[in-house]
């Protein structure tokens, strides 16, 4: 397998990745998951099969997708908020918390979509065309051990995975050493490690959201009568957090 299969994935992420900004200029807000997905994918190969690239514009072209995400990001991770809090715990909270947390987080969401949508719309798109030109069109290099460095993404994967101790930021860096791992499985065809991949990305994802619902609840300036229950709910989520891990054996 050459470095022809990492550009057709390069390739690919472009298309999503310029789909899904014109899609967010229209105020599509469900394009800036689609949007961050490409990103991640695009930054995935260019690092994984970086043999497969010119070093220099490869850098040029990952910062640039740095940039673009960073535009989304707070959008991002109040989306997943939303959707801890909307379907994670929906029912096991009194109307009156459901109701400040639904306008607390609605109020941020709305702010950080204004500034988001500011910065997408002053965005060159240019840039990032010929950013990923400039990678795709230099010449393709000699043989590149392909599935070598998958199964060498697959083993850092794994590592982080063992070293964790149930540390959420170590398993948050796990969960993104997955994602790698995933990725260069899908871009060297291999369907089943890239499916075991995906199934532990998913898992560590729902742990960091659960954790990062906590963390969030128990910093935000709840009113003092809902107090006593919005730290019962910390502590639910904490113990959800935990008792998800039990989808990795």
């Not at 673009?68 to 929906?90: I, K, P, S, Y």
């Not at 109701?99 to 988001?116: C, M, P, T, V, Y």
């Not at 850092?156 to 790698?180: E, F, I, N, Q, S």
Request: glycine fraction near 8%.
């Amino acid at each position: 397998m050459g470095a022809g299969a990492a550009r057709r994935y390069l390739a690919d992420q472009e298309r999503a990745l310029l789909d899904a900004t014109a899609r967010l200029r229209d105020g599509d807000r469900s394009a800036v998951r689609t949007s961050r997905v490409a990103v991640r994918r695009a930054r995935s190969t260019l690092r994984t099969f970086r043999a497969c690239f010119p070093s220099g514009p490869a850098r040029q072209l990952d910062a640039a997708l740095v940039a673009h995400a960073r535009r989304l990001g707070t959008v991002r991770d109040l989306q997943v908020l939303d959707d801890v809090f909307v379907t994670g715990v929906a029912g096991e909270i009194s109307d009156a918390l459901s109701g400040w947390i639904h306008d607390r987080l609605g109020a941020e969401l709305e702010a950080a979509w204004h500034d988001a949508s500011a910065a997408v719309a002053a965005a060159d798109d240019g840039e990032l065309r010929s950013r990923f030109s400039a990678v795709l069109e230099a010449t393709a290099p000699g043989d590149v051990r392909m599935r070598k460095r998958a199964r060498a993404a697959a083993r850092r994967a794994a590592k982080r995975l063992a070293g964790a101790c149930g540390d959420p930021d170590a398993l948050h860096d796990a969960r993104k050493a997955a994602k790698r791992a995933r990725y260069a499985a899908e871009v060297t065809g291999k369907v089943g490690q890239a499916a075991r991949q995906q199934h532990v990305q998913r898992v560590l994802g729902t742990h960091h959201d659960l954790t990062v619902a906590a963390r969030w609840l128990a910093a935000a300036p709840v009113e003092p009568a809902a107090r006593p229950e919005a730290l019962r709910l910390v502590g639910r989520l904490e113990v959800a957090a935990t008792d998800c891990l039990g989808g990795l054996a």
